[in-house]
């Protein structure tokens, strides 16, 4: 379980957690976690744990939950038995593709983050959404990067073409960020399915138990989120799923 503060606002977020969501604990605790959320007007989202059984009765009695799905990739297979379990056109071809390309990987630095930050903003003004804030990516990197946080950046001739930020707390990898350039899309470069599989590298080299490809819908109801499970089930993990935690409306905040 990771539970923190969120950094910007007065409000609690957790990935995989809180343990007790999925240790069959009695309706009560839940209650006088509602009761101290609520007595300090705290925003909360959470994911429930993929691997663990959750109770969606008393999820739903205190919090709005969403069923949620992911693809967890056993890390601690042998390294050609995992590589091999990728789709052989759209995955491991263009892993290799990638390479041929000049495609080089990089650990993602101090440094090297306002690059990041740039790219991943460049795409958020693309689709419409507002632009971040680096204080907030910067604080987060120093704060979390001592417990478990790190990330990746692919360059094809010294130019930034993709990124990808993920934690490793419990030996569970979970993406976080995921960037890329234009170049990269127009290009055909691959970047992002190097990066993953340079993480998914790094993973084994490490110890690590899982590979996270994130979440999906289970009940896609666009193209785009149909396309968002073909291209995660594409790497051979196996599905879990779990809920997606939120405040009840009208509960703590009076909006979601």
């Not at 663990?52 to 693809?71: A, M, R, S, V």
Request: charged letters at 30%; glycine letters at 8%.
């Amino acid at each position: 379980m990771n539970l923190v503060p969120r950094l910007e606002k007065k409000s609690c977020e957790w990935s995989y957690g809180p343990v007790i969501f999925c240790s069959g604990h009695d309706a009560e605790i839940y209650s006088l976690i509602q009761d101290f959320l609520h007595s300090n007007n705290f925003i909360v989202r959470g994911w429930a744990h993929p691997l663990l059984p959750g109770n969606p009765e008393i999820l739903q009695k205190h919090f709005q939950i969403k069923k949620w799905g992911t693809f967890l990739i056993n890390l601690e297979r042998p390294k050609d038995e995992i590589f091999k379990n990728f789709d052989k056109h759209s995955c491991q071809k263009n892993i290799e593709r990638s390479i041929k390309r000049g495609v080089k990987i990089e650990e993602l630095t101090e440094g090297t983050l306002p690059e990041y930050y740039d790219l991943i903003n460049k795409m958020r003004k693309e689709s419409g959404r507002e632009r971040s804030d680096f204080e907030i990516l910067a604080n987060r990197w120093k704060k979390f990067q001592p417990l478990g946080y790190s990330g990746l950046l692919a360059r094809k001739d010294g130019n930034l073409t993709g990124g990808i930020l993920f934690s490793y707390m419990s030996r569970h990898i979970i993406e976080i960020g995921v960037a890329r350039s234009k170049e990269d899309t127009k290009n055909n470069l691959y970047s992002q399915d190097l990066l993953k599989w340079k993480i998914m590298e790094w993973g084994i080299k490490n110890k690590m138990k899982y590979y996270d490809l994130t979440g999906f819908n289970p009940e896609p109801i666009s193209k785009k989120e149909e396309g968002i499970i073909r291209y995660k089930k594409k790497w051979g993990g196996i599905p879990h799923y779990y809920y997606r935690i939120l405040n009840k409306p009208n509960t703590l905040t009076g909006k979601i």
